[in-house]
């Protein structure tokens, strides 16, 4: 997936916690989120407030939180692993790991594979 597909994606499927995304559109998107903060933090030192940061974190908080949900799903685990985010220093560890790793391949319990362009085995008539 590319840049500007991933930030499609990220806004198209703002508050949407079901389904997958790939590895790509979780990083491009934290890539994007990561830009808009520090451009958010430049304007902010520039103006003297600190309004247009805040007001970046907050439009960009939901979708973060929703690509990294669905990212989990990519990997064939509940969203309610998001949580483990809270767990000091090892529970941003875990996350880490689990988002670099790649999904599991072909359908799972969460949905359609998101890098398969195809369509899956299933509906191919091919037994995997």
């Given at each position: 997936m590319s840049f500007s597909a991933a930030i499609l994606s990220g806004f198209r499927n703002y508050v949407r916690f079901s389904g997958r995304a790939s590895r790509s559109e979780l990083w491009f998107w934290m890539l994007f989120y990561v830009?808009?903060?520090?451009?958010g933090s430049v304007a902010d030192s520039l103006v003297g407030l600190s309004l247009i940061g805040g007001i970046a974190s907050l439009v960009l908080f939901l979708p973060t939180i929703s690509a990294q949900v669905r990212r989990l799903h990519d990997r064939d685990r509940?969203?309610?692993?998001?949580?483990i985010f809270f767990v000091p220093l090892v529970g941003s560890i875990v996350m880490f790991i689990w988002f670099v790793l790649k999904g599991t391949r072909g359908d799972n319990r969460f949905g359609p594979d998101p890098l398969d362009k195809l369509g899956t085995l299933s509906t191919?008539?091919?037994?995997?």
């Open positions: 830009l808009v903060l520090i451009a509940s969203g309610w692993w998001w949580f191919l008539g091919m037994q995997g």
